[in-house]
């Protein structure tokens, strides 16, 4: 059991770095490395109190409330990031054969053919896994082609007022939503679980 529960750190370790990744989507560079040096001065302070504990001098509690005090700076930023804008009139670029979200963009779209929409964010697990698996799958991709569907990519990694809108017009607060928009028919929400049979079964409704 000792042994067991050591071994539990590791997922939580896998846990830090995926959060740390996430945190530099949301922000910069910058902050992953405030983010760094707030855990090592963490980690500082709690070697310095259990080293306190084990009948070290007083200094060691000093030092230990200097580390956490300096994690608390380092870090203050992270809680306080800028503000979010809307999405620019341009949507983001590209990637493969996604396009970037606007609501003027998918507009456009939804009148020249069907539009599948995937609201998906980075710090979403589900999202990721659906992406990975299904989304990204050449026969889906394929069949997405052979039926001229459009597809968009609306990234709400930042809590994109544009895309909370959509979202809030769909019923929906949180991601992941799928949906095929359907000209002249009402948008197709798909589950939030995705298989490549789900997708081919929309497609199909065409």
Request: hydrophobic fraction near 55%.
């Amino acid at each position: 059991m000792v042994r067991f529960r050591q071994f539990l750190a590791f997922p939580l370790y896998a846990t830090v770095a995926w959060l740390a990744w996430v945190l530099g989507t949301q922000l910069d560079v910058d902050a992953v490395l405030r983010l760094a040096i707030a855990l090592i001065a963490v980690a500082l302070a709690l070697w310095a109190w259990h080293a306190s504990r084990m009948g070290g001098r007083a200094g060691w509690r000093w030092l230990a409330l200097a580390a956490l005090a300096g994690a608390m700076v380092v870090a203050r930023p992270l809680a306080t990031p800028p503000p979010v804008e809307a999405s620019p009139a341009r949507p983001a670029a590209a990637t493969g054969p996604w396009q970037g979200y606007t609501a003027g963009r998918l507009a456009e779209l939804a009148t020249a053919g069907p539009v599948f929409v995937d609201f998906t964010a980075a710090w979403c697990v589900t999202c990721q896994v659906n992406k990975r698996l299904v989304l990204n799958d050449p026969a889906v991709l394929a069949a997405f082609g052979a039926r001229r569907v459009a597809l968009v990519r609306a990234d709400w990694t930042r809590r994109d007022p544009d895309i909370t809108r959509a979202l809030a017009a769909l019923g929906r607060n949180g991601v992941p939503v799928y949906v095929l928009y359907r000209p002249g028919r009402e948008p197709l929400l798909l589950p939030e679980v995705l298989t490549a049979g789900t997708v081919v079964d929309a497609l199909a409704t065409l």
